[in-house]
């Protein structure tokens, strides 16, 4: 099956969209964003499922900070975006969101644990 991926135009257009319209600190670390969801390792993809790889998006984005402000308000925007590319529509509850966009820090929970977040929400 192919992945339909997400790529810094499309980042860009998400953020002008965000309250305050916050402006891009680092083009780079929307470029790595992007590109991550495409990493290949020994001929394998390091990411096999749409949930993982939208949970990379999303971890990259977050942790990162590649805008002013609102970056956990994009990484969830674009993960949500890359699932509903790829067929899946994200519904989280209120609170589980929060919870997940508040564990999203250095050292917390890796993207195999966000990746479970994003299954459990996912509907096809």
Not at 10 to 38: F, N, Y
Not at 60 to 72: F, M, Q, S, Y
Not at 81 to 96: D, T, Y
Request: proline share 4%; with cysteine.
């Amino acid at each position: 099956m192919t992945t339909n991926h997400l790529d810094l135009t499309d980042l860009l257009w998400a953020a002008e969209e965000l309250h305050g319209d916050p402006q891009p600190d680092d083009l780079g670390s929307l470029i790595a964003a992007c590109a991550r969801t495409r990493a290949e390792a020994f001929g394998y993809e390091v990411y096999q499922s749409v949930h993982f790889k939208a949970a990379a998006l999303m971890q990259t984005i977050a942790l990162l900070k590649p805008l002013e402000h609102e970056n956990k308000t994009l990484a969830f925007g674009a993960a949500r975006s890359f699932m509903a590319a790829n067929g899946f529509r994200l519904r989280p509850k209120q609170e589980q969101l929060r919870e997940a966009l508040a564990t999203l820090q250095p050292g917390a929970q890796g993207v195999r644990e966000l990746a479970k977040h994003l299954d459990r929400w996912a509907q096809q």
